[in-house]
């Protein structure tokens, strides 16, 4: 009688440490993303993740260069001994460029010192013309002022949006040379869910399509014909 009640007991911890007690392990596609616990990065790829009695759930951080961050809740209940996480391709990140591609320019101000010769007039002409070759929208153009602001481009993408404005200003260095200032302004929305201005931060990374822009100012303005 007694060896039946110590084994029942026994049996019934065994229960009871197994429903305390649990593992899950974590797949992530691509392999080469960072796996994080809780704040703290423990792998990449895969990793086991040990629940005890007193955890119900973490919080995973999954991240990779060229993919879109993403956080989840994994939860004790959860039926499964396997989870896989895929994260999306960032199409932001591989439709713009940063300082690893030499464009180092998103959110900073340039000079650009114009070539002998040409008259204010000409200048200015020259630079509306870039200008409008990329934005269909002149949100100030104040000539005596030598200020160009253009509105917002927009550009949308699955789960983010990119938007950028390009800012020229004189510069008053040197009264002897005509200059300006120039500043393309880059942000994003990471989350297309949220609305209004507020969602948008300022982003390190110029579109692409916008590389020929500086390249333009340079020659039309300061460069060769």
Excluded: H
Aim: proline share 2%; aromatic share 10%.
């Amino acid at each position: 009688m007694q060896k039946k009640t110590f084994l029942l007991i026994l049996f019934l911890s065994i229960v009871s440490l197994c429903a305390q007690s649990k593992k899950i392990t974590i797949n992530v596609i691509p392999e080469t993303a960072k796996i994080y616990v809780d704040g703290s990065l423990v792998g990449t790829g895969s990793y086991q993740v040990n629940f005890n009695r007193n955890t119900d759930f973490y919080v995973i951080k999954i991240e990779d260069k060229g993919y879109i961050t993403r956080t989840y809740r994994l939860l004790k209940s959860n039926p499964k001994n396997t989870v896989l996480y895929t994260l999306p391709e960032d199409e932001a990140y591989a439709a713009t460029a940063g300082s690893e591609d030499g464009m180092d320019i998103a959110n900073r101000w340039f000079d650009v010192t114009c070539r002998k010769g040409l008259s204010e007039d000409q200048v200015w002409k020259r630079l509306m013309s870039v200008c409008t070759a990329y934005y269909d929208n002149i949100e100030v153009r104040d000539k005596s002022a030598g200020w160009i602001k253009t509105s917002w481009r927009v550009t949308r993408f699955k789960y983010q949006t990119v938007r950028t404005r390009l800012e020229v200003r004189m510069s008053f260095v040197d009264d002897e040379v005509l200059s300006y200032r120039v500043r393309l302004i880059s942000e994003i929305n990471e989350d297309n869910d949220c609305r209004g201005d507020n969602c948008f931060k300022p982003y390190d990374r110029v579109l692409r399509t916008l590389e020929p822009l500086i390249q333009e100012l340079q020659t039309t303005v300061g460069g060769g014909e």
